[in-house]
């Protein structure tokens, strides 16, 4: 299992030259295997994802954690949903009241964009993810609902033995302290994965002005995945704010709190071999 990091940063992009070595594209990461991709988040990343793997016939399937426009806005510069009867599943959170194409042609019709979801050339199929595990190709994916605004998910994918959990939008710090794995959001999903991507977007001190923003400090996401046994941690969703140099500073301080794993910090371009 492979995974990339195509777009690092959140809430809104933020490219320029105090954030190139970590990136300015919003959320995404791809996840393949032999026989599959799974892209996750549909951030400004995953315009250049989606011409890397333009030819690749394998399947596709796009998980969404949210609809953000952070994490919603590279859908229509996505190559395959371009390319004539191509099959494209996306999958994103349930919801009570309305289904995820009515929502997302939110997004993709006019005024906010010139194309609509039922003019796009290739076969989308869009679905609730299921709460309950399920199979996409040779991968078992789990998601849950995670404490973020609005309805969120988290995803756990496996493949082979191996696991990457994805919580780019996470606050498990809301309720308290972190510290009951079984009170804990995202815990399930985190719980011994090979590999962690975690919110990581303030420092302490940006957290305590914004609790309930829905997002988490660096000390919290090294809490947390030291609560899950979670091997790697990778720090994401870097605040817009942050540059070059503060991610490295936050870097340090997230690899000195560890406890039971090591943490890096995503970058465009990083891969990791599972």
Not at 59 to 86: C, E, K, S, W, Y
Not at 206 to 234: N, T
């Amino acid at each position: 299992m492979k995974v990339t990091v195509w777009g690092s940063r959140g809430s809104i992009s933020s490219a320029g030259p105090d954030t190139v070595r970590y990136g300015g594209n919003t959320a995404c990461v791809s996840v393949e295997t032999d026989a599959a991709i799974c892209f996750l988040d549909a951030g400004s990343g995953l315009r250049r994802a989606g011409n890397a793997f333009a030819d690749d016939p394998r399947p596709v399937h796009l998980l969404l954690t949210h609809l953000h426009m952070d994490h919603i806005q590279g859908l229509g510069f996505f190559r395959p949903l371009f390319q004539p009867a191509r099959p494209v599943h996306i999958w994103g959170p349930p919801s009570t009241t309305q289904d995820l194409r009515t929502r997302l042609t939110r997004y993709l019709s006019p005024p906010l964009f010139p194309v609509r979801i039922r003019d796009l050339p290739a076969r989308a199929e869009l679905h609730d993810a299921p709460l309950d595990p399920w199979a996409i190709e040779t991968f078992e994916v789990r998601s849950a609902m995670v404490i973020h605004p609005g309805p969120t998910l988290g995803y756990r994918i496996s493949a082979a033995g191996r696991s990457v959990a994805y919580l780019p939008d996470h606050e498990p710090a809301l309720g308290g302290r972190i510290e009951l794995a079984e009170w804990t959001s995202g815990h399930g999903l985190a719980a011994g994965a090979d590999v962690l991507i975690h919110d990581a977007q303030y420092t302490r001190d940006e957290y305590e002005e914004r609790p309930g923003y829905g997002h988490s400090s660096i000390e919290h996401a090294a809490q947390f995945a030291d609560l899950a046994g979670a091997a790697q941690l990778v720090l994401f969703h870097h605040a817009p704010e942050h540059d070059d140099d503060e991610v490295d500073r936050l870097l340090v301080r997230a690899q000195s709190l560890r406890r039971r794993g090591t943490a890096d910090a995503a970058r465009e371009g990083l891969s990791i071999e599972l």
